[in-house]
């Protein structure tokens, strides 16, 4: 009797001590990007958030396409608590009932326009503009003028010195939506951008290359002198000593957004929700701008000014920055894909 007694003391002391350490055992499971971005968060970002909030954050890696496809598999079950995508996967997010609403907090007074996504349940951490990427040793050598119209990719001169990704990329799908607009059609008439692509721009290209990767050897190597790419791509490349130039489009480079957005039915959300204001915050966006390439959504940001020459900051350029309408796309964008196969890269 006396040995059962104090084994059952022994036990509501374990009891006793570890109920505090299981209230502060939170997990949140955040999902992201992998490589360089990953690194960044459980680096820089994710422990002094671990630390003030007194959680756990778990990182999943995947590209938005693999996140996305998380989502959809685990759905009424969810394994993530946050996850960033890319603006395209993320309304597709949305428009599924991934995404919960987000809760108003003052960070989000600061939030850009054109960042909030037309929704209360998912916002952009970060910009990304699709522009002109181009070798400005190999134009000074040849003596051109840095491009200045998305119409300049016809321009024969670039004879297989063009390289754009093809439609499974955004950067693809951006170039394509652009083609349309500035040949008389749009997102809901595409005819004319398909048209363009075929007849004026696919001459011009050596390769529809994917990969961010083998786009940088394509640079490195002189087999291209311009590509249609990503600002923060640019500044990366930039950023080993090669001599590679940002250049915006004079009708306006495309907005390609980094979203985030808190999952539904999160066992955490409070923590979820502290962590989307984190990311909001003003030093946590120029930690993304400095590492990332990310243009701050957070118009109180203040970046160093050569860094801020290099992205879409500020006012100026953030207001210059063209919206494509992800609502239209997203359900055309199988056919348009299988379409760019058959006419596009054939």
Not at 40 to 56: D, N, Q, R
Not at 169 to 194: C, K, Q, W
Not at 195 to 200: G, N
Request: hydrophobic share 40%.
């Amino acid at each position: 009797m006396r040995m059962k007694l104090m084994l059952a003391a022994a036990g509501l002391a374990a009891l006793a001590h570890a109920a505090p350490a299981t209230a502060q055992d939170k997990t949140v499971v955040l999902g992201g990007y992998g490589g360089s971005f990953e690194r960044l968060m459980k680096e820089v970002v994710i422990p002094p958030f671990e630390k003030e909030h007194g959680v756990t954050v778990q990182f999943v890696p995947g590209n938005s396409t693999e996140n996305l496809a998380r989502l959809q598999a685990q759905k009424g079950n969810q394994e993530m608590d946050v996850v960033f995508l890319d603006d395209g996967p993320m309304y597709q997010a949305v428009a599924l009932g991934f995404c919960g609403p987000i809760e108003d907090t003052p960070a989000l007074a600061d939030i850009y326009d054109i960042a909030r996504m037309g929704t209360d349940k998912a916002i952009g951490a970060g910009f990304v503009a699709t522009g002109f990427a181009y070798n400005a040793e190999m134009f000074k050598e040849k003596g051109w003028e840095p491009p200045k119209s998305w119409m300049d990719l016809a321009d024969p001169k670039y004879s297989q010195l063009l390289s754009i990704p093809p439609i499974t990329n955004t950067y693809g799908l951006h170039t394509l939506v652009m083609m349309a607009r500035l040949n008389g059609g749009s997102e809901t008439d595409i005819e004319p951008g398909f048209a363009a692509m075929k007849e004026k721009v696919a001459p011009n290209v050596l390769v529809f290359e994917p990969s961010s990767g083998k786009m940088s050897e394509l640079f490195q190597s002189g087999e291209i002198a311009l590509s249609i790419w990503g600002s923060g791509r640019v500044k990366s490349l930039a950023d080993t000593g090669f001599p590679a130039v940002f250049g915006y489009p004079e009708e306006g480079a495309v907005a390609l957004m980094v979203g985030i957005c808190p999952i539904v039915d999160s066992n955490v959300s409070e923590e979820a929700q502290a962590f989307i204001e984190y990311v909001l915050s003003p030093d946590v966006q120029a930690k993304l701008a400095e590492t990332m390439g990310f243009g701050p959504t957070n118009k109180k940001t203040e970046l160093p000014k050569e860094l801020g020459d290099s992205l879409p900051y500020g006012p100026e350029k953030v207001g210059n920055l063209v919206a494509v309408d992800w609502n239209v796309i997203n359900p055309k964008r199988e056919e348009w894909t299988q379409r760019w196969s058959r006419e596009v890269e054939r």
